[in-house]
């Protein structure tokens, strides 16, 4: 709300300047990425779904949870690496020079809207693969096996059935890919894109405008709203639920061992671009200049991430378990209130700090007027320029992933446990720390690790909010790539991606737990 209504502040002296020129590039330029990089995820993650879900076919079992692997590399990662591999001195093009081949920079350089758009691509489509063939294989049995037995191809199956029945999924995932499109800096920034939140990093630092910031991140927040309203609009006629509340697992379909090999194929390409050649090629220049950047200024730098991120983390599932048990009930206010707590991670990042920083600056203006009305002598304590800022960016940003995982917890366990707890004279307090937690400690624990690994990726709200001269491993990774150091960045870089890989498999096996 502070920066929605931040558009009917008089404007400052740039702004005339930044609507006559500027924002209208912008605008176009973002919803250009955001619109390509959408419907290019749906294609690479449904077909991946599709595939891993309804055939059966050698090694299905494996490239089922390791397509998920791509979420631990951060596209700004991914950018930088991939970006290098194809400069002129990268690897890519000096193997085709030595076969005698001379690429055309145009169209082999990425530094473009064709090369975001590709690393995007390949870093978010699990975004859209997960939710898909979660979707495909408990919902969409009886649907599939009828078409079957009807007499329909696979190919009619997909476009005929499948696509329309998940449109709710899909329309999900592909959210959650526009979401970390329109809140990425550092691939658009990296790659010379003209976008808004590139346009508020260059009115925040460039003019030191705030206020010019704050009107370019509500049109932003505007735009959004339309769009997703605009969504809801076309489909709200339409019922997606099953007629009965029977299903079953959906049954793969063995295929032939031609096709069979070419969908592992497929799926193999995608793994190694996504994953398995950023890995290798970060590796060896970790290799080369590990001993220059593992210092005892590093390890500060790796403090710093995990004490911000191990606090947010601890915050965020606090308030998770609290607004989680007190929503159960099947109120307005409760269902209101839920909605409220995960409405940060559909806002930019960019967006939430321009908010954060916002609300900071006025508590630090009554907080001196307090200082001085009181009697206070020498200068307070300037919340914005503590890590505290940070922080409370994080919690408002991630709120999202600990809470949902929390909910899912609650809604698994159900009521009757607490209700017979209640009826043999347990109070609520009691209830929940003997009965209900225990009953969602695998829910909470996924939560936590989410978040956490999240926070430790981001980068926007922490070049936004971190305090002078703090360091943190994305922030670290952005000023190597930023001053041309990119073999010094895949030091931190591969730490992050480090953290995210351990996450991944501990997720991969309490799902295997929970399905058991």
Same mark, same amino acid.
């Given at each position: 709300?502070?920066?929605?209504?931040?558009?009917?502040?008089?404007?400052?002296?740039?702004?005339?300047?930044?609507?006559?020129?500027?924002?209208?590039?912008?605008?176009?330029?973002?919803?250009? $990425?955001?619109?390509?990089?959408?419907?290019?995820?749906?294609?690479?993650?449904?077909? $991946?779904?599709?595939?891993?879900?309804?055939?059966?076919?050698?090694?299905?079992?494996?490239?089922?949870?390791?397509?998920?692997?791509?979420?631990?590399?951060?596209?700004?990662?991914?950018?930088?690496?991939?970006?290098?591999?194809?400069?002129?001195?990268?690897?890519?093009?000096?193997?085709?020079?030595?076969?005698?081949?001379? !690429?055309?920079?145009?169209?082999?350089? +990425? &530094?473009?809207?064709?090369?975001?758009?590709?690393?995007?691509?390949?870093?978010?489509?699990?975004?859209?693969?997960?939710?898909?063939?979660?979707?495909?294989?408990?919902?969409?049995?009886?649907?599939?096996?009828?078409?079957?037995?009807?007499?329909?191809?696979?190919?009619?199956?997909?476009?005929?059935?499948?696509?329309? *029945?998940?449109?709710?999924?899909?329309?999900?995932?592909?959210?959650?890919?526009?979401?970390?499109?329109?809140?990425?800096?550092?691939?658009?920034?990296?790659?010379?894109?003209? &976008?808004?939140?590139?346009?508020?990093?260059?009115?925040?630092?460039?003019?030191?405008?705030?206020?010019?910031?704050?009107?370019?991140?509500?049109? /932003?927040?505007?735009?959004?709203?339309?769009?997703?309203?605009?969504?809801?609009?076309?489909?709200?006629?339409?019922?997606?639920?099953?007629?009965?509340?029977?299903?079953?697992?959906?049954?793969?379909?063995? %295929?032939?061992?031609?096709?069979?090999?070419?969908?592992?194929?497929?799926?193999?390409?995608?793994?190694?671009?996504?994953?398995?050649? !950023?890995?290798?090629?970060?590796?060896?220049?970790?290799?080369?200049?590990?001993?220059?950047?593992?210092?005892?200024?590093?390890?500060?730098?790796?403090?710093?991430? /995990?004490?911000?991120?191990?606090?947010?983390?601890?915050?965020?599932?606090?308030?998770? /378990?609290?607004?989680?048990?007190?929503?159960?009930?099947?109120?307005?206010?409760?269902?209101?209130?839920?909605?409220?707590?995960?409405?940060?991670?559909?806002?930019?990042?960019?967006?939430?700090?321009?908010?954060?920083?916002?609300?900071?600056?006025?508590?630090?203006?009554?907080? *001196?007027?307090?200082?001085?009305?009181?009697?206070? &002598?020498?200068?307070?304590?300037? $919340?914005?320029?503590?890590?505290?800022?940070?922080?409370?960016?994080?919690?408002?940003?991630?709120?999202?992933?600990?809470?949902?995982?929390?909910?899912?917890?609650?809604?698994?366990?159900?009521?009757?446990?607490?209700?017979?707890?209640?009826?043999?004279?347990?109070?609520?307090?009691?209830?929940?720390?003997?009965?209900?937690?225990?009953?969602?400690?695998?829910?909470?624990?996924?939560?936590?690790?989410?978040?956490?690994?999240?926070?430790?990726?981001?980068? !926007?709200?922490? /070049? %936004?909010?971190? !305090?002078?001269?703090?360091?943190?491993?994305?922030?670290?990774?952005?000023?190597?790539?930023?001053?041309?150091?990119?073999?010094?960045?895949?030091?931190?870089? +591969?730490?992050?991606?480090?953290?995210?890989? *351990?996450?991944?498999?501990?997720?991969?096996?309490?799902?295997?737990?929970?399905?058991?």
């Amino acid at each position: 709300m502070f920066v929605f209504l931040s558009i009917f502040e008089p404007p400052s002296e740039h702004w005339a300047h930044i609507k006559q020129y500027l924002i209208k590039d912008y605008m176009l330029e973002t919803l250009i $990425l955001t619109g390509i990089t959408a419907v290019t995820t749906m294609l690479l993650g449904v077909s $991946l779904a599709w595939f891993v879900t309804v055939f059966d076919f050698p090694g299905r079992s494996i490239l089922r949870w390791a397509l998920v692997l791509p979420l631990a590399v951060p596209p700004y990662i991914g950018a930088y690496t991939y970006s290098t591999m194809f400069s002129y001195t990268g690897v890519v093009q000096v193997t085709l020079r030595d076969f005698g081949l001379e !690429p055309s920079q145009e169209w082999i350089s +990425l &530094t473009s809207m064709r090369g975001a758009v590709v690393v995007f691509t390949l870093f978010l489509y699990p975004y859209v693969y997960l939710v898909t063939r979660a979707f495909l294989e408990r919902q969409s049995a009886a649907f599939i096996e009828n078409a079957r037995l009807l007499g329909r191809g696979s190919l009619s199956i997909f476009f005929r059935v499948v696509m329309p *029945i998940s449109r709710p999924a899909i329309v999900g995932g592909v959210s959650l890919v526009v979401f970390e499109v329109l809140s990425d800096y550092g691939v658009t920034q990296y790659f010379g894109l003209q &976008t808004v939140t590139t346009a508020i990093f260059k009115t925040w630092f460039g003019m030191y405008d705030v206020n010019s910031a704050m009107r370019l991140a509500a049109w /932003l927040m505007v735009v959004l709203a339309g769009i997703f309203l605009l969504e809801r609009l076309l489909r709200r006629s339409r019922r997606f639920s099953s007629s009965t509340s029977k299903s079953k697992p959906l049954q793969p379909a063995k %295929l032939s061992r031609v096709k069979g090999m070419g969908i592992l194929l497929y799926g193999a390409a995608v793994l190694a671009a996504a994953f398995a050649v !950023p890995i290798v090629q970060l590796s060896v220049w970790a290799g080369w200049t590990f001993r220059d950047v593992w210092n005892d200024q590093f390890m500060y730098y790796v403090g710093r991430t /995990l004490y911000t991120a191990a606090a947010a983390t601890a915050i965020i599932m606090i308030l998770s /378990l609290v607004v989680g048990n007190a929503t159960r009930s099947r109120t307005w206010g409760a269902a209101l209130l839920s909605r409220l707590v995960i409405a940060g991670y559909s806002i930019p990042g960019a967006i939430i700090a321009i908010g954060v920083l916002g609300v900071f600056l006025r508590l630090d203006q009554a907080y *001196i007027k307090l200082h001085a009305a009181l009697g206070g &002598t020498g200068t307070p304590v300037i $919340l914005s320029l503590t890590a505290g800022m940070l922080i409370f960016g994080y919690v408002v940003r991630f709120m999202a992933t600990g809470y949902n995982a929390v909910e899912v917890g609650f809604e698994k366990t159900g009521t009757r446990y607490t209700e017979a707890s209640r009826l043999l004279g347990r109070s609520r307090l009691a209830t929940f720390w003997r009965i209900e937690l225990p009953l969602i400690r695998g829910a909470v624990l996924s939560g936590c690790i989410l978040t956490f690994v999240e926070i430790c990726k981001e980068l !926007p709200l922490a /070049l %936004l909010l971190r !305090p002078f001269d703090f360091e943190t491993l994305s922030t670290k990774t952005y000023q190597y790539a930023n001053n041309e150091q990119i073999h010094e960045a895949s030091v931190p870089a +591969l730490l992050i991606i480090s953290i995210s890989f *351990i996450s991944v498999y501990v997720l991969h096996n309490l799902d295997k737990r929970w399905e058991a």
